[in-house]
């Protein structure tokens, strides 16, 4: 066991070069252990055990500095950086967590979770130390699916005129999440297949020096890569390929299944919790492009949001009936407006964290072009991802203020069905839709005319209205119901338009109410609430606004954080009694 005694990277130096395979396969072991029990990242981290051992082995950390691109391939890099025990000791999981983080280590400069970043956050290190007159060696680690995302490629090209020591290690595993699309890609699998000798390179079309290694899992050929690139007195480009999931035979064959999820059994690679995946998106595309043979959808290397895979998404891909564009969702938006202006019926969708690397197009290419697409905004608000590298809970005040776009928040699987609808069919406005994790039916059918911003009266009170969002409508509709046992009957109000306010209904409440408390599933600070009170501001009526902090709130619980900031059922019932006693 050579692990037990790797405390820091100057306990790597210490090996023989010889040991450095038996160590890769230690922390590879270790890595296993702890995806297998609590998820996490999986392919990515497997696939870079041996580059980490390496480059530990070579540059001297923390004075070397490495940014990872995503930091979804640290695992390796934080067994051998001081935080082996959050990888063997189960106690110890919690102690980490599954991103770079400087407050975890020195050895870590970023807190980082989003694609396409690394070479540009190298090259601001690299002026840095210019300035500073250092003589450290500034490492960027991306992977071929990060290269197809603009900030990639624009930071490639400055890096072309650059003139000092820069190392970007291109880590190819020709795989994104699902597989790579673009012209970009077929450059790299020549250069694979010509074992880097192709004269069409992109790399040196920037300008860039470059350096091909065929087998990433020969830690003594990435040692003497890694030794010749070591002071460098200019940028040079180390393309690497790599196996994603390597070491686990069922996760090297099928990579995009085992890019991330949950615990499963090591011998198999069965999961451990078993749960049906909710396919009311999924069934609402299918039925989409069988009713409209103008239906496109676009999608920016998260074809899981849709719930598009294998021979399926193969077939939509050859009819032209989906687009990947890989990991650049200004492309998309700006694809998806192109397509509607046009006459097509588009439909983008990705994660609410992504899209905000596409403000510009959804504000200028889309809706000052008023064009009629449709943005499916996945995992919106607290319900979304929880970690503070990919938080949505800034969706409402990113989106809801563009002139132009109705944004629709559904409160259940009718709902959703029917805004869906709505947007397919108009021809006038761009309309996005928040679509949380799980969808639940409610037993209703919704004949809502959406082109008019009306919201629904759930159940009808006096003195207390309560206005709550899609998912934290659960919440106030149970609140009514308790009131009532204390003789308080107030008004719920679904929104369902945070885009606007429905000033009749508003301006109604008027006659009866004192009080309205606004509840949200996100930030409540430039939130749809505070439009609410804004609506108010002359009035007498009394608004109270519901929402988490203005926080980067990190590994929650989402019922939980919301109950911090009295988004619950008893909190809202209190709320109540106290306003009217």
Request: proline share 3%; net charge negative.
């Amino acid at each position: 066991m050579f692990l037990e005694n790797i405390n820091s990277p100057k306990d790597v130096k210490k090996l023989k070069i010889s040991d450095l395979k038996i160590l890769a396969d230690e922390v590879r072991s270790a890595v296993i252990n702890r995806i297998s029990k609590i998820g996490g990242h999986k392919g990515p981290n497997l696939g870079v055990v041996e580059l980490t051992v390496a480059y530990h082995y070579v540059f001297d950390s923390p004075k070397d500095k490495i940014v990872f691109d995503v930091s979804h391939q640290c695992y390796p890099h934080k067994i051998l950086t001081g935080r082996k025990e959050a990888f063997l000791n189960d106690d110890c999981f919690a102690t980490v967590t599954g991103y770079t983080n400087p407050e975890e280590s020195e050895h870590d400069f970023f807190l980082v979770g989003h694609t396409s970043t690394s070479v540009s956050l190298a090259l601001g290190l690299c002026k840095a130390r210019d300035l500073n007159k250092t003589d450290e060696n500034i490492v960027a680690l991306i992977g071929d699916g990060s290269l197809s995302g603009g900030e990639a490629l624009e930071a490639l090209d400055y890096a072309g005129e650059y003139d000092k020591n820069l190392i970007i290690i291109v880590n190819d595993n020709d795989q994104c999440i699902a597989e790579n699309h673009g012209g970009l890609y077929k450059n790299l699998k020549e250069l694979r297949e010509t074992d880097g000798k192709s004269v069409q390179n992109i790399f040196k079309s920037f300008g860039l020096d470059y350096r091909y290694l065929g087998d990433g899992h020969d830690v003594e050929k990435l040692v003497q890569l890694f030794r010749e690139a070591k002071g460098t007195d200019h940028p040079i480009v180390l393309h690497i390929r790599t196996i994603k999931g390597k070491g686990l035979w069922y996760a090297e064959r099928d990579k995009e299944a085992w890019h991330a999820g949950g615990p499963f059994n090591v011998e198999d690679g069965t999961p451990l919790n078993n749960s049906e995946p909710d396919t009311t998106v999924h069934d609402s595309m299918v039925e989409l492009l069988n009713r409209d043979e103008k239906a496109i959808i676009l999608n920016a290397a998260t074809p899981t949001s849709f719930g598009f895979f294998g021979e399926e998404r193969a077939d939509l891909i050859r009819r032209g009936r989906y687009v990947d564009v890989g990991i650049a969702e200004e492309n998309a938006m700006a694809m998806a407006s192109g397509a509607a202006k046009n006459g097509a019926t588009a439909v983008f969708g990705t994660y609410a964290p992504f899209l905000q690397r596409t403000y510009d197009q959804l504000s200028h290419d889309l809706c000052l072009n008023d064009n009629p697409a449709t943005i499916l905004v996945f995992s919106p608000g607290v319900y979304g991802f929880t970690s503070n590298t990919h938080l949505g809970t800034c969706d409402v005040q990113l989106f809801a203020s563009v002139p132009n776009l109705v944004y629709l928040d559904p409160s259940c699987t009718e709902e959703y069905l029917a805004m869906l609808n709505y947007a397919t069919t108009q021809k006038v406005h761009p309309v996005a839709i928040r679509v949380p994790n799980s969808l639940k039916p409610c037993g209703f059918k919704d004949d809502t005319d959406y082109a008019v911003t009306k919201y629904k009266v759930v159940t009808k009170g006096s003195r207390v209205a309560v206005i709550a969002t899609g998912q934290v409508l659960k919440f106030a509709k149970s609140a009514a119901e308790e009131l009532k046992s204390h003789g308080v009957n107030i008004t719920v109000i679904s929104p369902r338009f945070l885009s606007d306010v429905d000033s009749e209904l508003l301006s109604d409440l008027l006659k009866d109410h004192k009080y309205v408390i606004t509840a949200e599933d996100g930030q409540v600070d430039g939130g749809f609430g505070q439009r609410i009170s804004a609506f108010y501001g002359n009035t007498d009526m009394k608004v109270l606004n519901l929402g988490i902090s203005k926080k980067f709130h990190t590994d929650f619980n989402p019922d939980r954080l919301l109950s911090e900031y009295g988004v619950s059922k008893e909190s809202i019932a209190n709320f109540v009694l106290k306003l009217v006693k």
